[in-house]
């Protein structure tokens, strides 16, 4: 083992994933002055567009771990390790941060987009396996192609999600009663002291830094896999999601801090939503095929179901997380991450 490059390709990580964190901050901020100035309500301003903008390091990974280093499974792997991620630490520390996430008010967002995410796996399960059935690789044990016209199914179904979260926008402009008319008006006050023009420039300028950073955390996790003689998607499904889901913590545990539960886990479904159904197929169409093995990403789909499920049922006995509950995730991640270390290191042999 060569020490010298093992810390260099550490030291890059490391510092990808600061400059990750800096280009996030730029990225939230604007997304947030953008959200106040169009008057976006607040499920669609966590579910969409502060989920899509701090998204943007995951899509990154995937769009360049195909299209430039064509490994598109350490792109699958980090999507479902930041989606895991995003179900059980995010929501783990908010819980504990805000003490208590409360969505009394709000129980038909928490049906709506947790069984969206559900759908979003299974329709991502549905879109492997016939790749697997339809075009498989010659020779390859449960590998297949998949091309840009498969790519489309997900894409569709995020057209959906898209439609849903604007007829609650709709719903929203109609309550025309007293006090929403009153914050409608303060809301009014608040985006004409917002620069657009700023915002969009502030926007541009994270997206370049993001894209740079991560394509530095994936050359320097694809080094470490080399070095350490493991599979990058292993590292990939820790490390590099782990990293790319810096933006979304920063997001929901400063809206559980201010006591924002419905930002909070809005921004966290929706994020997965988007890196499922968006993220994933994106790189297939710009890469114009990329090949998918089965057996890798099916025990990581059933982790991420299983973590979805685990929120999904604290959250309905009774519509607020606690934190022994928000413990219990937390510790339910770090069972996940001892899987991982055993499965880099042989000990288990599940993916």
């Excluded at 129980?107 to 399960?125: N, P």
């Excluded at 809005?266 to 095929?289: K, T, Y």
């Excluded at 979805?308 to 219990?328: G, H, N, P, Q």
């Amino acid at each position: 083992m060569d020490v010298s490059q093992l810390l260099s390709y550490i030291g890059v990580i490391v510092l990808s994933t600061a400059v990750v964190w800096v280009g996030s901050s730029f990225l939230e901020s604007a997304a947030e002055g953008l959200s106040k100035y169009y008057e976006l309500p607040p499920i669609v301003q966590g579910g969409v567009v502060l989920a899509v903008g701090s998204s943007f390091p995951e899509l990154s990974t995937t769009v360049l771990s195909t299209l430039i280093h064509g490994k598109f499974e350490l792109g699958v792997a980090a999507i479902f390790g930041s989606a895991i991620f995003n179900i059980l630490v995010i929501p783990g520390i908010s819980g504990l941060v805000g003490n208590e996430l409360r969505f009394r008010d709000n129980k038909d967002f928490i049906y709506r987009d947790v069984q969206f995410q559900i759908t979003s796996i299974a329709v991502l399960l549905i879109v492997f396996a016939g790749a697997v059935l339809y075009n498989p690789v010659p020779n390859g044990m449960w590998q297949g192609y998949i091309n840009r016209w498969i790519a489309l199914i997900p894409l569709s179904v995020y057209g959906l999600f898209l439609f849903l979260q604007q007829q609650s926008t709709e719903q929203h402009k109609a309550r025309k009663n007293g006090t929403v008319e009153e914050n409608q008006d303060t809301k009014s006050e608040e985006s004409h002291n917002i620069n657009v023009v700023q915002e969009w420039l502030k926007l541009l300028f994270s997206l370049v830094l993001i894209v740079v950073s991560v394509e530095g955390l994936v050359w320097g996790t694809i080094g470490l896999g080399e070095v350490l003689n493991t599979p990058s998607f292993l590292w990939g499904i820790t490390i590099i999601a782990a990293a790319t889901s810096l933006p979304d913590a920063f997001v929901s545990i400063r809206a559980a801090k201010n006591n924002d539960s419905i930002i909070s886990l809005s921004n966290v479904l929706g994020s997965n939503i988007f890196d499922l159904l968006v993220a994933i197929p994106l790189g297939v169409l710009i890469a114009g095929a990329s090949i998918v093995d089965f057996a890798v990403t099916v025990p990581m789909m059933g982790a991420s179901i299983l973590a979805t499920i685990a929120l999904f049922v604290m959250l309905l006995r009774k519509f607020d997380l606690s934190r022994s509950e928000s413990v219990v995730l937390l510790l339910m991640y770090g069972g996940f991450v001892v899987w991982m270390v055993l499965e880099t290191f042989g000990i288990t042999n599940v993916i």
